[in-house]
């Protein structure tokens, strides 16, 4: 933005703003510019003094960002009355009481150097937790042209207020509120994985390999894979729309609403690929979720004794069919997306499958790994995944794991990556 100089007039905001930054520096911090440019956040610098003005406009401002590094918190009443204003107006304050520094974006289950940690006493502050933090905010406010519809902010209740009090009390006093969003944000990615398969259900038949990367702490992809009875295997791999605490929330309904069977009596009925995909479609449009929410799914069902493999899809990438010595076929068949309409129709097919044969279902984090459409509309496989084509399903899976964790990717289009792969003995 380059600098701004502390003016006596202060302009008022005339058209809505994502994130508003309160200082008495004269520029943005390098970092801080850095993350507006890459989550393309419109933004504005304007002194502390200016508050009073633009909080008069609260329709026009996503989030407010008040850096008060130099400021003693716990001693200035000035800075309360400022965050009280805000609190008012509904509006998300962050306080930044420390300096900014660069993090690690994802969050692992995996203990080694460069995992997420929490930590009580920080010397700065993670840029990601403020990147969360913003996120968290700006999912409240009402953003023209964003191109997505989202509630305007509701009064705040009684206990909404007390938690927002406690919030900026806690600040004030310990300087600890990016730290308990960030475990917040941390332990809501455990109870995730909670839902998650414990073990999958490899046998003489089958063998299966997965791999789970959210782009953040949480993710928007859910998979499951479960032993419907001793002939049939229920899987799939659903994507909601996003990613971060809105799509983790979704997955969640995703993997309650999907019923792979229903019993009646003493006796049980497994659902068809299609009936599942349609059944799941109508409980959506039913929740009539906010924000307009939408999920994509793949859900198979294989039949172990036959190796009839009956799949359906919502809006989601074709699953990819590995015969040895023969190029990969995507598995085509139309279902549109869930949670829009409730005449939806999701068409199923059946394909014959041999020993050997190899199976992955992907979320679109992984699609520049898989191929692309040519200007033919012909699908072009990835000279990566054609390299390990005759591979095992365990050896793609981990092939393509390997390429998603070195690959270079602008910051803004990360996404969740989630890759479940079936071979057959």
């Known amino acids: 933005m380059g600098k701004m100089q502390v003016r006596d007039n202060i302009q008022v905001p005339d058209s809505f703003i994502d994130v508003v930054f309160l200082s008495d520096k004269t520029e943005l911090p390098a970092e801080i510019k850095r993350l507006f440019r890459q989550k393309k956040l419109t933004h504005r610098l304007l002194p502390l ?5 633009i909080h008069n406009r609260p329709d026009l401002i996503g989030t407010v960002v008040i850096d008060a590094e130099d400021t003693d918190v716990s001693g200035s009443p000035e800075l309360g009355r400022i965050m009280e204003c805000f609190e008012r107006d509904n509006i998300g304050t ?12 994802s969050f692992s289950l995996a203990s080694s150097d460069h995992s997420f940690s929490l930590s009580k006493s920080l010397d700065s502050i993670p840029l990601d937790d403020l990147s969360a933090q913003i996120s968290v905010n700006l999912a409240h406010r009402k953003r023209p042209n964003a191109g997505i519809a989202v509630k305007a902010p509701a009064l705040v209740n009684s206990s909404e207020r007390l938690w927002s009090n406690r919030i900026a009390g806690q600040s004030e006093a310990t300087g600890t509120l990016v730290d308990s969003l960030t475990e917040q ?9 909670d839902f998650l398969p414990s073990k999958l259900p490899n046998d003489d038949e089958t063998q299966w390999a997965v791999t789970f990367i959210p782009a953040e702490w949480v993710s928007g992809d859910i998979y499951d894979v479960a032993r419907i009875d001793e002939q049939h295997v ?31 009596g003493n006796k049980y009925r497994i659902f068809a690929p299609a ?5 799941l479609n109508l409980k959506m449009v039913g929740q009539k979720l906010s924000s307009y929410q939408f999920a994509t799914c793949c859900y198979c069902l294989l039949n172990i004794r036959t190796r009839h493999l009956t799949f359906a899809r919502a809006g989601h990438p074709y699953p990819i069919l590995f015969h040895r ?24 097919h ?9 199976l992955l279902i992907y979320s679109d984090g992984a699609e520049s790994l898989i191929g692309r459409n040519t200007g033919s509309d012909e699908f072009q496989f990835t000279d990566e995944l054609l390299a390990v084509k005759d591979n095992s399903i365990t050896e793609i899976v981990d092939r393509l794991t390997d390429l998603a964790k070195n690959r270079r990717i602008d910051p ?3 996404d969740d990556l989630t890759l479940l792969g079936l071979e057959i003995r």
């Not at 003094?49 to 003005?53: E, G, Q």
């Not at 009936?275 to 059944?279: I, S």
């Open 185 to 193: 944000l941390r332990l809501a990615g455990l109870v995730q994985r």
């Open 49 to 53: 003094a200016s508050y009073l003005a």
């Open 325 to 348: 010595g023969r190029p990969p076929q995507q598995l085509q068949t139309r279902g549109s997306l869930l949670g829009i309409f409730d005449n939806a129709e999701f068409i199923q």
């Open 412 to 414: 803004a289009e990360v």
């Open 350 to 358: 059946t394909v014959q499958l041999e020993a050997g044969d190899r």
């Open 234 to 264: 229920g899987f799939y791999l659903a994507d909601a729309v996003g990613h971060s605490m809105p799509a983790a929330l979704l997955t969640i309904f995703l993997k309650q609403a999907l019923a792979m069977r229903e019993t009646i």
């Open 94 to 105: 962050i306080l930044l009481i420390q300096p900014i520094e660069q993090s690690i974006r």
């Open 275 to 279: 009936e599942v995909m349609k059944n």
